[in-house]
């Protein structure tokens, strides 16, 4: 079968799975796939806190082309630490940024958030710590959210002065619907794991990674009588106009984004949101 040569491609890992790295060199993105299964495991590794700089977004961007390309059975977004999913856009790559780096920077986001969003296969994001801003998108870019009890998430761009994309928004607002978008945008509202269920933004709480890792799994079990064809056309569906939105509107988006982030006020914000970070720990 098609699948089975394409998943062949992968180097043999250990028993029953396989590992990939997309430049097989620096691994920031560490991807697994199970060979009994074809599901994917993505496993963002930049440590301390999985913040979104250029490398690993590069990298990220580069793994789910090579998985469009295998026609992967599904795909499981997680973290490699317990702690953190992932800590949104790295600061330092807004912060004092270079016109050269920044403007590479913003476009693998688009290209990461346009991969994801659009992505035929099933994917879950396994929400094991917490997820703010950027962390959130990589979430809300998938189509199943479980998530660790005792963690946060959400868009909480306002409270560092800035301005969640319209992307950021419709990822949000297709979730939670308008009503509750405009009250959590508005506000930089970071959710608990329980508020976050309540509300609809995660569809499942689990109680620690294994959990969660096991209820991702689960979900793929839904289509075990759908035809695969039939879903993703489904999705592609559901999902295009949300994602031609930013693809007609790409140039426009990174013009905006630099324009936003070089204002004074902007870069002394983020400045003194640095030094707040350093300053507090949280638990
Ligand atoms: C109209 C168009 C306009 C477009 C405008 C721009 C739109 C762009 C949108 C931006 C979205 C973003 O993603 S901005 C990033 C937002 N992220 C956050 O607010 C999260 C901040 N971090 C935390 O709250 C916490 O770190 C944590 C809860 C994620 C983890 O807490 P923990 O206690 O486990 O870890 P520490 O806080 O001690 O952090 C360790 C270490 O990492 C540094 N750190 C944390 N987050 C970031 C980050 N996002 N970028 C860079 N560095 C980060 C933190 O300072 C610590 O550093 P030191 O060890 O050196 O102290």
């Known amino acids: 079968m098609f699948l089975r040569s394409a998943l062949s491609l992968w180097p043999l890992a250990r028993n029953g799975t396989r590992s990939y790295s997309s430049t097989g060199v620096t691994k920031l993105v560490a991807v697994t796939v199970d060979d009994q299964t074809g599901i994917a495991t993505v496993n963002l590794q930049r440590p301390p806190v999985n913040s979104l700089n250029l490398e690993l977004l590069t990298e990220l961007s580069s793994s789910l082309t090579d998985l469009e390309k295998n026609k992967s059975r599904g795909i499981i977004l997680k973290s490699y630490s317990d702690a953190v999913f992932s800590a949104g856009i790295d600061i330092l790559e807004m912060y004092k940024c270079e016109e050269e780096r920044v403007t590479l920077f913003w476009s693998a986001l688009q290209e990461v958030w346009i991969k994801l969003y659009g992505h035929f296969a099933p994917t879950v994001a396994c929400i094991n710590g917490h997820a703010p801003a950027g962390g959130c998108l990589l979430a809300l870019s998938c189509e199943y959210r479980v998530m660790v009890k005792e963690k946060t998430i959400g868009l909480n761009e306002t409270k560092l002065g800035i301005v969640a994309p ?34 609809g933004l995660v569809d499942e709480m689990a109680e620690n990674t294994e959990d969660a890792f096991s209820k ?30 930013l693809v007609k509107n790409r140039e426009k988006d990174l013009k905006m984004f630099i324009n936003e982030i070089r204002k004074e006020n902007v870069q002394k914000g983020l400045g003194q949101y640095l030094e707040s970070l350093k300053k507090r720990k949280v638990s």
């Open 166 to 199: 319209q992307w950021f928004i419709a990822s949000l607002v297709n979730i939670i619907g308008q009503r509750q978008s405009e009250v959590a945008l508005t506000t930089g509202k970071m959710f608990t794991t329980e508020e976050a269920l309540r509300i």
């Open 216 to 245: 991702s799994l689960e979900f793929f079990k839904k289509f075990k009588n759908i035809s695969p064809f039939a879903r993703a056309q489904t999705k592609a569906f559901i999902r295009e106009s949300t994602i031609q939105a």
